[in-house]
């Protein structure tokens, strides 16, 4: 499978004539190559924005059902470090470090998890009527990592959208 290059713009502020592209590069953009989420919840999309830029609010919902989160790092801005471990129920603790490709407020949220499984993240969100559209889409590599990680990714993903409904309701 070949690579394609896919240019994501930083968000920078709108005074800032620092207008660099990143670029980056993973295999085979085709669908086959993506675990996509979609959920409509119903508060607004600064409420739902808040909820993942706020490391508070965020370690509250981040993760499946049963997981905790400890956060090392939290750079929530284009170029910036996400460090955190996931602890499951099971006892056993996961990794991950990321970086923040693009933030652009109520719209979308771009990163590039870079522990293994190399993925990255787009988390996208739409005013609709009363509530805001969430569409969650992870990019892997290859149609073979998404065939491994969608195995338990896409019900996580689900686990997840619902922690994060949790939290907005205050039912935390």
Known sequence: MGQIAVLLWLAVPAHSTNMKPLISVFADPNPDC???????????????????????????WWGPKGFT???EEFDFEPGGAWRFVLHGPDGVSYR???????????????????????FFLGIFLEEEGDGTAITWRMRFKSTAVRDQVIKYAAE????????????LAGDW
């Open 96 to 118: 991950n470090d990321c970086i923040f490709m693009e933030i652009v407020k109520c719209e979308r949220v771009v990163l590039h998890h870079q522990t293994d499984p190399e």
């Open 69 to 71: 989160s400890t956060f």
């Open 156 to 167: 996580a993903n689900e686990q997840n959208l619902d922690r994060l409904e949790r939290v």
């Open 34 to 60: 993506e675990i996509v989420t979609t959920r409509k919840v119903p508060w607004q999309c600064d409420q739902v924005f808040d909820a993942f830029s706020d490391p508070d609010q965020l370690t509250k």
